[in-house]
């Protein structure tokens, strides 16, 4: 048996079942619902119920708080590649993921993950998408460019693409590279591969990119235009 009590604008659907105790529960859209035991007064679901609207009039604004930032969320974009992707934060009980679809990123986290833990999963997301583009860019060129990497890092920088130890045959690559066109990409591997052939930037060293990328420069413009 459905019916409803009505305390100030508030309306709430009562439901009564077999069950010993009264339970309230408020929904992601602030939809209020009790449910009751079949013999029990309307007088003590209404008592109940006013002493705890204070909380729940506390939990619907938290709620619909929680659902304009997700709106907010939801109406961003975010690059891949070059290409933008609109962000579309999707709730399920399990762990973070992210799905690429056509125009789409699918954001996949629990419940109340706040906005810097989304982002925090993004960004270890594009990283690992870094990691896996650059083996075979630095296959490529260092077969070319007959120069070896002993190893090479990703992590987010602030004001560098790239870095390049010339001691250790050590690279680092911006996480950040892996929202741009693939082509920039490729044009910091092999800006950092000829630091290993030419430690500074002088004329040799752009002699040296010009010989293995001669676009090299229109790529970097592109790049520039493009900031962290």
Same mark, same amino acid.
């Given at each position: 048996m459905i019916s409803t009590i009505q305390l100030n604008d508030l309306v709430i659907e009562v439901t009564r079942k077999k069950m010993k105790n009264i339970r309230l529960r408020i929904?992601?859209?602030g939809q209020?619902?009790?449910s009751a035991p079949l013999k029990m007064k309307h007088e003590i679901i209404h008592d109940f119920l006013a002493s705890k609207l204070v909380w729940i009039q506390q939990t619907q604004a938290k709620l619909q708080q929680r659902e304009t930032q997700k709106q907010q969320v939801d109406n +961003?974009?975010?690059?891949?590649?070059?290409k933008h992707y609109l962000l579309k934060v999707i709730e399920h009980d399990a762990p973070p993921k992210i799905i690429l679809g056509h125009s789409e990123m699918l954001l996949?986290?629990?419940a109340n993950s706040s906005q810097e833990l989304q982002q925090a999963i993004i960004d270890e997301?594009?990283?690992y998408e870094l990691k896996k583009a650059l083996p075979p860019l630095l296959q490529?060129?260092?077969s070319i460019m007959g120069v070896t990497v002993n190893k090479f890092f990703v992590q987010k920088m602030k004001t560098r693409w790239g870095s390049c130890n010339y001691?250790?045959?050590n690279v680092r690559f911006?996480? +950040?590279?892996?929202?741009?066109p693939p082509a920039c990409l490729e044009y910091v591997v092999v800006h950092e591969l000829a630091h290993l052939l030419e430690p500074s930037h002088n004329a040799r060293f752009h002699s040296l990119m010009s010989q293995f990328m001669p676009n090299w420069k229109l790529i970097k413009a592109e790049l520039n235009r493009l900031p962290i």
């Open positions: 929904y992601p859209n209020v619902k009790v +961003e974009s975010r690059c891949v590649w070059g996949y986290v629990r997301w594009l990283r490529k060129w260092q001691t250790q045959s911006n996480s +950040e590279l892996a929202k741009k």
